[in-house]
C-alpha cells in the first residue's frame, strides 16, 4: 500500500487526517516548541515568547499539548482555574495581558490531579485543544510540546497545520543525540525549524555581569552549524524567572527583550491566510 510522507515518517502506518477548525478560531500561524527531553525550560520558552508577541500586540494563544505534564496555566496566574464551555465548545482561559490558554489542567478538578491517560485519550485531548475550542482570531497559536519526540509529538504534527518549529535545548543535550532526534523529526515531518534555543546556558555574574558558563564552553554554535540550524537564543539560569514562573506572574516579570531573535523569528512565520502585517 503506498504511502504519504508523513506516513512513512510514523513507520509506514496511514497517517491520520489533519484535526479540523472549528468557525469560531482563525489561527493565522501555530509554532510549536519542541524539546527532544523533558526538563529543558520548553515551557518557560513558550510562555517567554508568547509574552514578547503579546507584547507587540498580537493576538497569541498557548495550546499545552504537555498533556501530562502541564505547567502552562501555573505560569499565567490561572492554576485555580477552570476552562468553560460554550456549547460544544471549549473557551481557552485569558490571561491579565489577553493571552489565551488551553491546558489539560484547566480540565481537572485540582490542578494537582496526575493525568493518568492513555495514548489515545491523549491525542483525543489535543484534537478537542484544537477542533472543539473557540479560539477566535490569533496572530499566533504557540504549542507546548509533550517532551520528546514520541507519539504524542507525532499525533500534533500531522494534526495541527504547524508552521514552524522552535527547538529548545540545555547545554547538557547538545552533546548528545537528543537534538538529532528534533530534528529529524522535524525533518520528517516537513515543518520548518526556526531555530535553536539554548535554555539554562550560563548564570550571569550578579557583581561584573559576566557570563559563566557553568556546563563548559558552549557547544551551541558546532551543533547549530552540524545540523544547519539558525541560533537564536541563549537563555541565562535565572532564579528570579523560575520564581516569576511559579508564582504566576510571568507577564509582569519578564525582563523587556528576553528572546528577540526567536521573537523575530516568529514573526517572519507567513500566516496560513496570506496575512501581510508581519508586524502583528
Ligand atoms: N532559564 C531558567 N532559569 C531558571 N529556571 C528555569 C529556567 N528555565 C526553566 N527553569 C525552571 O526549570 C523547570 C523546568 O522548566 P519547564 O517546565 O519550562 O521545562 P520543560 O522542558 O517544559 O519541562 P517538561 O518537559 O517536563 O514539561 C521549571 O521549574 C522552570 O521554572
Redesign the pocket.
Known amino acids: 500500500m503506498a504511502t504519504c510522507e508523513h506516513a512513512a515518517a510514523a513507520g509506514g502506518q496511514t497517517a491520520p487526517m489533519q484535526f479540523e477548525e472549528n468557525n469560531l478560531s482563525e489561527v493565522k500561524r501555530v509554532i510549536a516548541v519542541l524539546?527532544g527531553k523533558?526538563?529543558?525550560?520548553?515551557?518557560?520558552v513558550t510562555g517567554s515568547l508568547a509574552v514578547e508577541l503579546a507584547r507587540g500586540g498580537a493576538k497569541v494563544g498557548i495550546l499545552d499539548a504537555?498533556i501530562t505534564?502541564p505547567?502552562i496555566p501555573r505560569m499565567f496566574g490561572m492554576g485555580d482555574r477552570r476552562a468553560h464551555g460554550l456549547g460544544k465548545l471549549l473557551l481557552p482561559e485569558i490571561s491579565a495581558t489577553g493571552i489565551k490558554v488551553m491546558s489539560s489542567n484547566l480540565l481537572l478538578q485540582n490542578e494537582t490531579d496526575p493525568v493518568l491517560w492513555r495514548g489515545p485519550i491523549i491525542a483525543g485531548a489535543i484534537k478537542q485543544f484544537w477542533s472543539d475550542t473557540s479560539w477566535g482570531p490569533l496572530d499566533y497559536l504557540l504549542v507546548d510540546m509533550p517532551?520528546g519526540t514520541g507519539d504524542v509529538a507525532l499525533t500534533v504534527f500531522q494534526s495541527l497545520p504547524v508552521d514552524g518549529i522552535v527547538v529548545?535545548t540545555s547545554p547538557q543535550d547538545l552533546v548528545s543525540m537528543i537534538v538529532a532526534k528534533a530534528v529529524n523529526m522535524a525533518d520528517k515531518m516537513n515543518v520548518p525549524i526556526l531555530g535553536i534555543v539554548e535554555?539554562?546556558s550560563y548564570v550571569q555574574c550578579p557583581d561584573c555581569g559576566r557570563a559563566i558558563e557553568i556546563f563548559g564552553e558552549s557547544k551551541l554554535d558546532q551543533v547549530a552549524e552540524t545540523y544547519n540550524l539558525k541560533v537564536l537564543d541563549r537563555?541565562?539560569?535565572?532564579?528570579a524567572?523560575?520564581a516569576a514562573?511559579?508564582a504566576g506572574t510571568i507577564e509582569a516579570d519578564l525582563p523587556a527583550g528576553t528572546l528577540p531573535l526567536t521573537l523575530a523569528a516568529a514573526r517572519a512565520v507567513e500566516a496560513h491566510e496570506g496575512d501581510e502585517d508581519k508586524q502583528a
Not at 523533558?38 to 518557560?44: D, Q, T
Not at 537563555?235 to 532564579?239: Q, R, S
Open positions: 524539546s523533558g526538563g529543558v525550560g520548553k515551557s518557560l504537555d505534564g505547567s517532551p529548545v535554555n539554562m537563555l541565562p539560569i535565572d532564579p524567572l523560575a514562573c511559579d
